[in-house]
């Protein structure tokens, strides 16, 4: 399985970036999908998730600002980040795990098969 982030790039403050992740060998619609982000010198945090085909769950952090959705013909998952501001700067990651995660077992990384390579998000005036 591999996953190929991208989408990443500077970005103003109060600014919007779509980021993507294309998945080979394994099908999107029977796993969950979810994005995590590393700030320099911080640990790696969950983002957000989608499993099931429709159930999102988000961090406190980006909720009501980022979405993520899926398109299963492209086998493409995807990050909308709106409303983007400094501490959202980051190496974002996308990461692929069994469709039968749980609400509590999503931000743990151990329970992720696969990561993408991660692609660098930087807001900034």
């Known amino acids: 399985v591999q996953l190929q982030a991208s989408g990443g790039g500077l970005v103003q403050p109060g600014g919007s970036l779509r980021l993507a992740c294309t998945a080979s060998g394994r099908t999107l619609s029977t796993a969950t999908m979810s994005w995590f982000r590393q700030a320099p010198g911080k640990e790696r945090e969950f983002v957000a998730a989608?499993?099931?085909?429709?159930?999102?769950s988000y961090s406190a952090s980006v909720k009501g600002r980022f979405t993520i959705s899926k398109d299963n013909a492209k086998n493409t998952a995807y990050l909308q980040m709106s409303s983007l501001i400094p501490e959202d700067t980051a190496v974002y990651y996308c990461?692929?795990?069994?469709?039968?995660?749980?609400?509590?077992?999503?931000?743990?990384?151990?329970?992720?098969?696969?990561w993408g390579q991660g692609t660098l998000v930087t807001v900034s005036s």
């Open positions: 989608l499993r099931r085909g429709t159930m999102t």
């Open positions: 990461a692929l795990g069994s469709d039968r995660l749980i609400t509590s077992s999503l931000s743990l990384k151990d329970k992720y098969d696969s």
